[in-house]
């Protein structure tokens, strides 16, 4: 009887050692918080260990006990079999999020995102991870021009790779090619993937740099509009933007991860709000910031849901929390006067 607590204690443990990539980015950042304040051992990958930028894990509550930082490109497999080396499970979060235009997007994004993932994923293999979760993107949903108008976008919805290439929408391609890749490379080798979806990410920021959606919001209360898709407008497209709270993701990433019934995809939105009305909403809480005056309106907005994580048991905060939890912790990180 001791003896079976005794190993059932240990392979407990052993459950809660697992792997981060990217741990240094927005997101990884508070899944790997998210993880140290559940108990884990965090393996967290970063490509330069000694760079200043990654100076806020170290500082993360039971970092210096349960946080080891290891030096790893995605595009590098030795690096990353020795991270993932003694896990059980891998959280994949690392991937560029590009800020502008690319100008060699296959080197710049879909190598790294592609290649990268799969590399991860041999590790996987190699290391027996017990699962893997991968951080894809609605990017990797809404670019579907076939997908009837006046219906709601779940799970079965992919984006097109074709129409991401002939938009050069790379970021989308990427994220798109990266997660079938993942579901093909788990179905051929009998690894257990789940993928979690989200929609523009706000909520506040751990690191001291700015990331791409963190910058839609910086932009958007200084009274500009920051592209993260082609368009060429000047004034500020008024579309409807999925949005979720970052603490919320990391939540999603690690019930993806813990939750055995947990299987296949998982678009991960909370909110859905039209630019200028997100604008609106912002004004009212902080009435000093400066606002974009001209908007234009889009022929068509795509409507997600998330209910199949919300059966999983994820819920989310208000919009209004994120939003002043995220302009006063950029305030803080002195990202935003
Ligand atoms: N933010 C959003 O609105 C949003 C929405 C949906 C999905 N996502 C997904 O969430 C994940 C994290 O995004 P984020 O917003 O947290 O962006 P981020 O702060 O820019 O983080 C991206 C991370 O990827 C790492 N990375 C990029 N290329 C790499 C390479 N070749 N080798 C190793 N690491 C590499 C970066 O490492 P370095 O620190 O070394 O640069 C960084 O840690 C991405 O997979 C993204 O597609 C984000």
Redesign the pocket.
Known sequence: MAMAMAMAMAMEVERKRVCV?????????WVVKLLLSKGYVVHG????PK?E??AHLSKLDRASDNLKIFK????DYDSLRTAIAGCAGVLH?????PSSSVPNPEVEVLE??VK?TLNVLKACKEVKIRRVVY?????AVVMNPNWPKDQVMDESCWSSKEYCKATENW?CL??TEAESAAFEYAKQNGLDVVAV??????GPVL?L?L????L?LVKLVQGTYMQLVQGGEDSVPNRLRPLVD?RD?AEAVIMAYEKPEAEGRYICVAHAIKTRDLAEKLRRLYPDFTYPKNYSETQHDNKLNSEKLQKLGWTYRPLEETLIDSIESYREAGLLK
């Open positions: 990539t990217g741990a240094g980015g927005f997101v990884a950042s990958t970063v490509r330069d760079d930028k990654y790893a490109d995605l595009l979060v690392a991937s560029p999020v790294p995102a990268g951080v894809s993107s609605t990017a970021y990427s994220k979806c989200p929609g523009l990410i706000f690191q740099t990331n791409s959606s963190t839609v970052v993701v």
